[in-house]
């Protein structure tokens, strides 16, 4: 009997050693990484990024120990609430995409709150207004968000026109032009949304804009395009759009130059020239407002609210031209009949 207690006390006590021995190590395994190293790490998490990944990239910069005891922590919330009780503050983890600041004195808890909580690093991004498509493109490309190529080709996307209810043929003039809170890399599918869905919130502000068709709305939009590339003063934009509305019932000509700036710099790749000249508005062209009545096919700028307003508020007047006076404050003079107008033969593009 005794000899059997022996063997049992032996035993109890080499199974505990051993798991005493296991948990050390665990214990070890799961410390921060360093006590004294508070330089933060920049850690970069892309849309869609697995558990088990986010763990191997912790482990690669060297702010935690064990990547797989990491990974079933994560799944296993409770083991770091019974580890951490003060430092755990939920345990719905969601770990989100984005780039955060750690450093290596961060325990497992201080970890996944950090992740989860969408306190991460972004990236300021200005649009002006009455840019294109393209020009948009570039500086979000050059902002390291996404490339020019991927977004343009998603701005002509089918799937997502038809998702917004767009009738064109692609996403000019619905991009609302705004300062943008973006993250390196992110999804341009993102990021047309939020540029998307910040157009449709803006135009919700505008009472005359409110329960129009998608095509009826389309047309405002191509008009507000227009009027955002000719005006530089904001109370004439309501003037400016008088003018081609006035035009438009009448089907007579825009005569706009941003149409015929259009179809040199986007649909024919040309540098943004000093001056529109006579030939140029010649161009055979659905987009040149010089040949062709009416507005053009597609917006050709993404208008602000200015622009917008005034395409949905136009002036009452009986104008129907207009002329820069001013070309370096941008002011312009209305008239009523031709006599009273005076053309130009070399006439000035609105430089933003």
């Not at 000509?253 to 001056?275: F, K, M």
């Not at 062709?292 to 395409?311: C, E, F, K, Q, R």
Request: charged share 20%.
């Amino acid at each position: 009997m005794k000899k059997t207690l022996k063997i049992f006390l032996s035993a109890f006590i080499f199974l505990f050693l051993i798991i005493a021995v296991i948990l050390l190590l665990l214990f070890h395994q799961i410390k921060p990484l360093s006590s004294t190293n508070k330089e933060d790490v920049r850690v970069e998490i892309e849309y869609g990024t697995s558990i088990y990944t986010i763990s191997q990239i912790l482990k690669e910069k060297k702010l935690i120990r064990n990547q797989k005891l990491f990974y079933y922590a994560v799944r296993y919330p409770k083991i770091i609430s019974f580890l951490y009780p003060e430092d755990f503050s939920s345990e719905n983890i969601e770990l989100k995409s984005g780039i955060y600041h750690l450093n290596p004195t961060m325990n497992y808890a201080e970890i996944v709150n950090a992740l989860s909580s969408g306190m991460q690093e972004y990236i300021k991004v200005s649009i002006p207004e009455g840019l294109t498509i393209s020009k948009i493109g570039e500086i979000l490309e050059e902002n390291g968000i996404c490339s020019k190529a991927d977004f343009k080709a998603l701005c002509y996307d089918e799937n997502i026109l038809f998702g917004y209810d767009i009738p064109g043929p692609s996403l000019e003039g619905f991009l609302f032009p705004d300062t943008y809170f973006f993250t390196s890399n992110m999804k341009v599918q993102s990021v047309i949304d939020m540029m998307v869905s910040n157009f449709f919130d803006k135009v919700s502000t505008i009472e005359a804009l409110n329960g129009l068709s998608a095509e009826e709305l389309y047309y405002k939009v191509k008009l507000a395009s227009i009027v955002e590339r000719e005006y530089r003063i904001a109370d004439e934009a309501p003037l400016i759009a008088s003018v081609f509305v006035n035009r438009l019932k009448y089907n007579i000509g825009l005569y706009s130059c941003a149409t015929v700036e259009y179809i040199l710099t986007e649909i024919e790749g040309r540098p943004h020239p000093e001056r529109i000249l006579i030939e140029d508005t010649k161009i055979d062209s659905p987009y040149n407002t010089y040949k062709y009545a009416g507005l053009p096919p597609t917006p050709i700028s993404n208008p602000g609210m200015v622009a917008l307003d005034a395409a949905a508020n136009p002036a009452k007047t009986k104008y129907y031209f207009f002329q820069i006076v001013d070309p370096q404050e941008g002011r312009h003079v209305f008239t009523t009949t031709f006599d009273e107008h005076i053309e130009s033969h070399n006439l000035y593009t609105k430089k933003r």
